[in-house]
């Protein structure tokens, strides 16, 4: 799910819970909480139907391993509703991850006739020998009523060779600075599953289906009518496989830019008054955010706190919908009167949603309270900003005025409270956000 959440060629829409190695309701748990510790609130999570099957002997094992934040704004809704709503709202055809069985697509299949052509394929992890495969064991009915569909199904497993998540593959997770690789780097590295790791229990298999749809190459992919078997490379050296899995992780910076390799960040090139907060802004908040944030400046004119916010705020709302640049549609009720205005450069730069793609309107009714909506696959939020910070906001840029008036000693301090607002104001804590 992590290598999911990377990818900058993988968009999330949903994810479904069923039984597999825990019950539907205890994965539903794991997955909100994971969505919820990155702050991806826009992805909706569903819970399918539990089976007859014995829980394995794992379960204890996996159930013990955290995997994000417990409390959150993940709701629970049906599966099949859930799947429903994905396929409809979607312009373009889907592809259905089963990790474990394919349960919940079946009865997907069995309860709706609805968008089902929107299903472009099926990609499932499992091994080749069914009878033998845990995941075909869970629902062996589901997996024959898929074929009977005439929905592709690709089933990618790795084969005879053992692909193993040990040492030399947590040091290629270390080396990234993506959120997504240091977290299962830290995951690996706890004692209770280090000691599994070191036994040689830890092996790659369902990531291997992410893996497939970012590198195909590295699979040799046998097809007959609209079934397809897709097994990992015998001759290709683990660590290539590694390097592959790590560019995915990597390709959610790499996707940030367009015309820079790397966007720079030595502090080195900037003006004094901005190296000293360049690296632990940067770790703070993360890359995205800082790009945003210099880029606003250098287009907005000046270092300015309401610019500084919009900016904030975009990269708030691509984090809750887990999306990139160019990707959102919003409505801002910021009006074009300075200052309040300002807070529109910000949105511009952070989202790409901007005048000349028009993906931004400014509507004729102005808040008093920087507002913003944003619309996502038909999914709509509005972000607002905190009653308590949009007061301080007002009063920090008034008292110069009345001190100053607007000479260059209001824009040094309007720049200097800037730089507070920038450092200081976590965006994950100045915004309510309500589902509309």
Partial sequence: INMFLAGKDLNV???????????????FQKVASLLNFYHHEGIPAGIGNNTESKLPPWNAFAASIQWGIAEGEIKKQDADQLLEKVLSRSEENVTLVALGSLATYAQLIRNTKQNLTKIGQIVWYCEPDLEKEFNYLLDKNAYHEIIKS?????????????????????????????????????????????????????????????????HPDLFKTTKKDRFANAILKQDVPDDAIYVDILQIFNSKIDAMNRVFESFPIQPSIYKKDYAGIVQSTVDHYGLAEWKSIVLTNEVHGHTGIYSIIGAKAGIRACEYFNVGVNKLSAVSYAGSKPPLSCFNDGIQISTGATIGQGLIKVADEVKPVPTIDFDYNGKKIRLILKKDVAER???????????????????????????VYWTDFNRHDIFDIITL
């Fill in 150 to 214: 005439g929905i592709p199904l690709v089933i990618v497993s790795k084969g005879k060779r053992e692909l193993h998540a040990d040492e030399n593959y947590s040091r290629y997770l270390q080396s990234s600075k993506v959120v997504y690789a240091k977290r299962i780097y830290k995951t690996l590295n706890e004692k209770h599953i280090l000691e599994k790791t070191l036994q040689g229990h830890s092996q790659l298999w369902d990531d291997l289906v992410p893996l497939y749809l970012s």
């Fill in 13 to 27: 829409l949903g994810v479904s819970c069923s039984q597999g190695t825990l019950k539907a309701d205890d994965c």
């Fill in 393 to 419: 906001m007002q009063s920090d840029i008034k008292a110069p005025i009345q001190r100053f008036g607007f000479s260059t000693e209001y824009w040094n301090t309007i720049e200097n409270l800037a730089k």
